[in-house]
Nanobody, 120 residues
Framework: QVQLVESGGGLVQPGGSLRLSCAAS????????MGWYRQAPGKERDLVAI???????NYADSLKGRFTISRDNAKNTVYLQMNSLKPEDTAVYYC??????????????WGQGTQVTVSS
């Protein structure tokens, strides 16, 4: 059984920073890509950023320059550094692991989500 556990969300003032973490645990041999998505109230879940095991990254165009994704392959952990936060960044942020190779096959997994609220 694979679990993704997110941490680091919370309340922050506009212009502030937060760092999200997501650790994958279980009988994992490898993970192809890990990433972050977000869903604001009444909206669809959208891509924030993804990173492959080889370090290739892809960001939502609107977030380039403010958000940085990184990954520790040895720890099966992905991070999201969010700077210059704006109220419109308020959302539930979900961790995603794609192409997770386990003893039972290859699957995709989602975390439970962590709330990020940007407000004064």
């Amino acid at each position: 059984q694979v679990q993704l556990v997110e941490s680091g969300g919370g309340l922050v003032q506009p212009g502030g920073s937060l760092r999200l973490s997501c650790a994958a645990s279980g009988s994992i041999f490898s993970i192809n890509a890990m990433g972050w998505y977000r869903q604001a109230p009444g909206k669809e879940r959208d891509l924030v950023a993804i990173i492959t095991s080889g370090g290739y990254t892809n960001y939502a165009d609107s977030l380039k320059g403010r958000f940085t994704i990184s990954r520790d392959n040895a720890k099966n952990t992905v991070y999201l550094q969010m700077n210059s936060l704006k109220p419109e960044d308020t959302a539930v942020y979900y961790c995603n692991a794609r192409g997770v190779v386990t003893t039972r096959g290859k699957y995709d997994y989602w975390g439970q989500g962590t709330q990020v609220t940007v407000s004064s």
